[in-house]
């Protein structure tokens, strides 16, 4: 849900706050927007990666719920890049309360389907490192791994969307 709120805080920014003309410039607007998302996701990927590399030197460092909640809340500052698409196209068209009540309906679609998909990959994971016992150094290989791959591959992943958006857009 924040994901899609950040979008339309971003789309409403833009349209009415900047006052740039979104009906001439629908495309420029979802670009621009798209990118800012991308360079969001990438440092959430950086940010990542050097908390696996800290992690890794402190070894014995336990997970809080802060720290979830603080890395979940800034995952979801980044604009989904659907509900941007939908917002500007609604403003563009001079329907934007439609295009409010769709993000909100894609919004808690995503919602129920990220949430069980999360809840199974925690189990997955748990379940996977429970084989290890927590004194051996395989534990704690598997964690750092697992930290390190997951944020590589966000990285490489909004380098690679957010490359693609800077070359179609030049």
């Known amino acids: 849900v924040l994901h899609s709120f950040s979008a339309i805080i971003l789309i409403v920014i833009i349209h009415f706050f900047l006052k740039l003309p979104l009906l001439s410039s ?24 050097i908390k696996s590399f800290q992690k890794k030197i402190i070894t014995e460092q336990k997970h809080s719920m802060a720290n979830l909640l603080f890395v979940s809340s800034i995952s979801g500052l980044v604009p989904c890049p659907g509900a941007l698409i939908i917002l500007a196209f609604s403003i563009s068209i001079e329907s934007m309360l439609m295009g409010i009540l769709s993000i909100f309906s894609m919004a808690i679609g995503m919602m129920i389907t990220v949430s069980l998909t999360g809840i199974i990959v925690i189990i997955s994971k748990n379940t996977f490192l429970a084989t290890f016992s927590a004194n051996k150094p395989g534990y704690r290989i598997a964690q750092n791994t697992f930290s390190f791959a997951g944020a590589a591959f966000i990285i490489i992943l909004s380098s690679t969307l957010l490359l693609g958006a800077l070359l179609n857009e030049y």
């Open 26 to 49: 629908f495309a420029n607007t979802t670009d621009i927007a798209l990118i800012l998302s991308y360079l969001i996701m990438l440092c959430v990927g950086i940010w990542l990666l």
